[in-house]
């Protein structure tokens, strides 16, 4: 019985694919994570479009050792339905090995993700650096600023996903991403970025409400992107093409 990992694109129920939709119509049981990433649409619209009965798949059942994913896989067709691509996330990968591991037939469907959606900035994707997430959490953590600071060394553009907790309806904002951006800066001063720094905002990527925002720190700060997901680029050397595009979004 195979294990689908499938991914659902960026925005709704109709992102996905038709290789998508086909598979999760021959499984028993269906399985959406919700911690990574989020819909611009409820579990029920989902439910209603692929005809299925859909599970929520909490952090804490997919990393969990005694796996009710894994032991379904067993004897039963079950999809892993994720926003963006299913093996963007580590944490995806990891269960993928595990039921590997445990003789279980693995087939990936792949969808839009936000690391080649962001294109729609103008920026290439082939001059983006390392990629690094803005944790809830971020006190103690100095991480994000680091691939920055290496990524501005190499002329590279950074993208920085923000995390998110939809149970406790937390998300980290462009804005938060900024001011959190701003205080290591001011701890380090390592004149990595400061509130003169050219930067992107983007919202809801890939729905018909997107939001995409550049200007310096300052102005973007001055910006409410409303509805998550947000993610934040600080792009590195622009080539005269993307100049010419990020115009367009001048804050």
Avoid: W
């Avoid at 050792?65 to 894994?70: A, L, R, S, V, Y």
């Avoid at 993208?159 to 904002?173: A, H, I, R, S, V």
């Avoid at 990527?205 to 409303?226: H, P, V, Y």
């Avoid at 997901?229 to 804050?251: Q, T």
Wanted: neutral net charge.
């Amino acid at each position: 019985m195979p294990l689908f990992f499938i991914g659902l694109g960026l925005n709704n129920e109709k992102d996905i694919t038709i290789n998508g939709l086909e598979a999760i119509k021959k499984c028993d049981v269906v399985y959406l994570e919700n911690y990574t990433s989020i819909l611009n649409c409820k579990k029920e619209d989902l439910e209603k479009f692929y005809n299925k009965k859909i599970i929520f798949a909490r952090r804490i059942v997919v990393e969990a050792d005694d796996n009710g994913i894994i032991e379904n896989a067993k004897t039963k067709n079950v999809a892993f339905l994720v926003a963006g691509d299913p093996l963007v996330a580590t944490t995806h990968i990891d269960l993928f090995l595990r039921a590997k591991k445990e003789g279980i037939k693995c087939k990936v469907i792949h969808s839009s993700s936000i690391i080649t959606a962001i294109s729609i900035t103008g920026l290439q994707i082939y001059k983006f650096g390392k990629t690094t997430s803005i944790p809830l959490q971020n006190e103690s953590i100095e991480t994000p600023y680091d691939v920055l600071k290496d990524n501005l060394t190499l002329g590279l553009h950074t993208l920085f996903l923000l995390d998110l907790n939809p149970e406790e309806d937390k998300f980290l904002t462009i804005n938060d991403a900024i001011r959190y951006l701003l205080k290591i800066e001011l701890k380090r001063n390592g004149k990595i970025f400061s509130e003169k720094a050219f930067c992107v905002g983007c919202a809801r990527i890939g729905s018909e409400s997107q939001a995409i925002k550049a200007g310096t720190a300052k102005e973007i700060l001055k910006t409410d992107f409303g509805k998550p997901v947000h993610c934040l680029i600080v792009p590195g050397k622009l080539h005269f093409m993307e100049e010419e595009c990020l115009k367009i979004y001048s804050a």
